[in-house]
């Protein structure tokens, strides 16, 4: 069964702050890992990933995929209060249950201004 | 274009009571999908359909889970009887195809006192 490991399960930082959060998975037929953001509603889709090495970036956001060593990190800098909120990791295979997303529990930020 | 739109956006309701949760997902996407979020279990997909057909229920926890989809622009998640460990936000979201990022609606908070 895929699994995703989040962590930390919650940071708190000040404005201006740089941020690292980490994403380690296991996947049979590694297809796609997805990073998303939590306010209080909907997650909202950050970043899709499939290839190692290549950096997404959106702005202050930037995240890159590990496929070796099974692991994404998902990096925020000069960090705002705006920036709070859960973000979520998943990964979908590319198997027979190929349109599933399994997610991490989430890493909790807390931006203080 | 609305976004996904789930309905009530919080439901408190008694034990054994029957609930009812309503989704209308963007329209021209075909691919279905009802999560559950609690603290515990992060995030979990109860049911995926794909064309309106239901292809994977094996996430629904017990027959008081029930899943409809009547058409391509209306899906129930209902529950009955209804019972306190049901407390969770229930998501809906939908996709084109597998499409590698869903589009969730804002949740329903249900709360089974």
């Known amino acids: 069964e895929d699994k995703v490991v989040q962590s930390p399960l919650s940071l708190v930082v000040h404005e201006g702050d740089t941020v690292t959060l980490n994403c380690s998975y296991e996947?049979?037929?590694?297809?796609?890992l997805l990073w998303y953001k939590q306010e209080k509603k909907a997650p909202t889709f950050l970043f899709m990933l499939?290839?190692?090495?290549i950096e997404k970036k959106s702005g202050r956001l930037s995240s890159i995929l590990d496929k070796k060593e099974l692991f994404s990190i998902l990096n925020i800098t000069a960090t705002q209060t705006g920036d709070s909120a859960v973000y979520l990791c998943?990964?979908?295979?590319?198997?027979?249950?190929?349109?599933?997303?399994?997610f991490g529990k989430g890493t909790l930020l807390t931006v203080n201004p | 274009d609305a976004g996904v739109i789930q309905s009530p956006r919080h439901e408190v309701t008694e034990m054994g009571q029957e609930v009812t949760l309503r989704c209308k997902p963007i329209?021209?996407?075909?691919?279905l999908f009802w999560y559950r979020q609690t603290m515990m279990r992060g995030l979990e997909l109860l049911i995926y359909?794909?064309?309106?057909?239901?292809i994977d229920d094996s996430g629904m926890p017990e027959d008081r889970f029930s899943a409809k989809m009547p058409n391509a622009s209306f899906s129930t998640l209902k529950i009955q009887p209804s019972e306190p460990r049901d407390s969770a936000v229930y998501f809906c979201?939908?996709?084109w195809g597998q499409g590698d990022g869903y589009t969730f609606g804002s949740g329903t908070r249900l709360t089974v006192v």
């Open positions: 979201a939908s996709s």
């Open positions: 329209s021209g996407h075909n691919s």
């Open positions: 499939t290839s190692s090495g």
């Open positions: 359909f794909n064309n309106n057909v239901p």
């Open positions: 996947v049979t037929n590694f297809r796609s």
């Open positions: 998943a990964v979908r295979n590319s198997g027979g249950s190929n349109y599933k997303l399994t």
